[in-house]
């Protein structure tokens, strides 16, 4: 019997589908303006905290490392729970988490920091099993992913909107000085905001919890649906490629601001870098919408493989280049971007759907790569310097760009 699959009701199907989708663009923008701001604290803590590279990024380590942690369990609780309350839970936890957060920036100090952006990455790692699962569960392959990479574009605003936002109110203005009263209130307001906004949401998928409607199986994870994703080559392989594109893509959008306010680069403050960044996410953004329409033209696989190879030449224009042009490429390597995380999803799930939130388990996992290469790009940064390091976010395009080619062989166009 299916344990995972959570079907729709048969009889409005399709206006189901449709409202899914929608309540879906809420958790989605939600989840990037999260990241945008977690990836501002970095440039922050060096700034007020005196931190070397390698101790900044543990911010990412952190955040990153919960998808590791948190995946197997989380992922038991959403055979129980289903979906929608699994989304819902995870959507309350990072409220709690933002809260937490918002304290410890005040005066709890910098581990508790770092515990506090553990609890939130908790509380996503729900939503990456949950809500990355809905669309593939409901749509068929081809539109999946299209659908995914149209929802990866509300992503993509939320990290545009809180990087010329966030920018000002956690890197400074000029006028006020660290570690005030007005500092503080200026520093914690995009979090609180974020809790309020995702306690509604909670609440808006606690409403419409029958949506999909769980399977009278029984609530268990089989050791047989774990055994089985893990034998699975397609996954393995999108798993490689999904943890090589979230380091990679972690990585250049946290060190982009102290990159852009080097002298031989655009040398500029750090806030009007923090704001730069908000191309790289624009980029993002467009390239995601416009994705949306050519995937289906071109086939996956194809975009995949010129988004990598794209992007593996612009981050080496930024590493031996200086100036303008080496700050516009890094900055471009966001448009190349814009496809990757749904397109490789989408062309690592297994053909079977009883076996979804297994596959969605195990590529939530990979996601660490978030916490890892960016660490291991500090190490480099402080051993070498801020540009050689990029070698290895170019590295792990050169990863995905294997994946898509190994792909375009077996998928039906």
Not at 80 to 92: D, E, H, N, Q
Not at 254 to 270: F, N
Request: hydrophobic share 55%.
């Amino acid at each position: 019997m299916n344990t995972s699959s959570m079907p729709l009701a048969p009889a409005t199907g399709e206006q189901r589908a449709t409202l899914l989708f929608q309540l879906c663009i809420g958790v989605y923008f939600l989840g990037g303006f999260l990241n945008s701001l977690v990836g501002l604290l970095v440039p922050r803590l060096r700034m007020i905290e005196g931190l070397n590279h390698t101790r900044s990024l543990l911010v990412q380590f952190a955040f990153h490392s919960s998808y590791l942690l948190f995946a197997v369990p989380i992922t038991v609780l959403v055979v129980k729970f289903g979906y929608m309350r699994s989304i819902a839970a995870g959507l309350v936890v990072i409220a709690l988490g933002c809260g937490l957060l918002a304290a410890s920036l005040g005066s709890l100090g910098y581990m508790t920091v770092l515990l506090a952006l553990l609890a939130i990455a908790g509380g996503v790692t729900f939503l990456q099993i949950a809500a990355n699962i809905v669309v593939p569960v409901v749509e068929p392959a081809r539109r999946a992913v299209s659908r995914l990479t149209l929802l990866q574009g509300f992503n993509s605003l939320g990290t545009v909107l809180a990087s010329l936002a966030g920018s000002a109110l956690l890197l400074g203005t000029g006028r006020q000085r660290f570690g005030d009263l007005a500092d503080h209130i200026r520093v914690v307001l995009p979090f609180l905001a974020v809790a309020l906004v995702a306690l509604v949401l909670a609440a808006a998928f606690i409403c419409q919890r029958d949506l999909l409607r769980a399977s009278s199986a029984p609530r268990r994870v089989p050791l047989s649906g774990i055994v089985g994703v893990l034998s699975n080559r397609r996954l393995l392989a999108g798993g490689g490629a999904m943890f090589a594109y979230v380091g990679a893509e972690v990585t250049i959008g946290t060190l982009l601001v102290e990159y852009l306010a080097m002298p031989d680069i655009l040398d500029v403050s750090p806030v009007a870098a923090g704001q730069l960044v908000g191309l790289y996410w624009t980029g993002a953004l467009v390239g995601r919408l416009v994705g949306a329409r050519y995937l289906t033209r071109y086939g996956a696989p194809t975009m995949l493989l010129g988004c990598a190879i794209a992007a593996v030449a612009l981050v080496a224009i930024a590493i031996g280049l200086q100036g303008l042009l080496a700050a516009t490429a890094l900055l471009a390597v966001g448009l190349c971007n814009a496809i990757m995380y749904p397109t490789i999803f989408a062309l690592s799930l297994p053909d079977d759907h009883s076996t979804a939130t297994y596959a969605s388990m195990l590529l939530c996992m990979v996601v660490v790569g978030g916490a890892i290469i960016p660490l291991l790009t500090g190490v480099v940064a402080d051993a070498v310097g801020l540009t050689m390091s990029f070698i290895l976010p170019g590295a792990c395009y050169i990863i995905i760009a294997a994946f898509a080619w190994w792909r375009r062989r077996t998928w039906d166009l």
